[in-house]
């Protein structure tokens, strides 16, 4: 386990033995989730990520948000 401290601008950084495991890229979106216990980060899935999930569906049309700017 890690310790990480909480900056004056309340933010924090996340140590690279974790980003690595999880494959966190600069600027990807991270949910955040308050349990019982404490603070819950997990990577947002991208549509690559979830493609075949459902079989039949496809995302053909659909875009990115990076990609819509």
Do not use: A, H, N, W
Not at 8 to 37: A, C, F, H, N, W
């Amino acid at each position: 386990m890690t310790s990480v401290r909480v900056s004056s601008k309340y933010q924090i950084s996340i140590p690279s033995s974790v980003r690595k495991r999880l494959q966190i890229r600069p600027g990807q979106e991270l949910l955040v989730e308050v349990t019982d216990d404490g603070i819950c980060l997990q990577p947002v899935p991208t549509l690559e990520d979830i493609r075949g999930l459902v079989p039949g569906i496809t995302y053909k049309g659909v875009r990115e948000k990076v990609d819509r700017i």
